[in-house]
């Protein structure tokens, strides 16, 4: 099971890099490419990149023996 874990933990944490990176383009894409504006209306970069932060801490939490 816990093999299973990491492995989902794994691939959540590496999509939704995937996913901050996609976004970051989509905002370079706006009229107007990579500025403060376009950050604040278009896709929130930041929002994929907190949840591969917290599955990454729950990543680390289960190989370091204290999860589940």
Same mark, same amino acid.
């Given at each position: ?7 989902? !933990?794994?691939?959540?944490? +590496?999509?939704? !890099?995937? =996913?901050?990176?996609l976004h970051?383009?989509?905002?370079g894409?706006?009229?107007? =490419?990579?500025? !403060? ?5 278009? &896709?929130?970069?930041?929002? &994929? ?10 990543? !680390? ?6 999860? +589940?």
């Amino acid at each position: 099971m816990l093999s299973t874990l990491f492995f989902v !933990l794994l691939f959540v944490i +590496l999509t939704h !890099l995937w =996913g901050a990176y996609l976004h970051f383009v989509g905002v370079g894409k706006r009229v107007g =490419g990579q500025n !403060l504006m376009n950050h604040m209306v278009g &896709p929130p970069v930041v929002l &994929p990149l907190i949840v591969a932060t917290v599955a990454t801490l729950d990543l !680390l939490r289960l190989l370091q023996g204290d999860g +589940l």
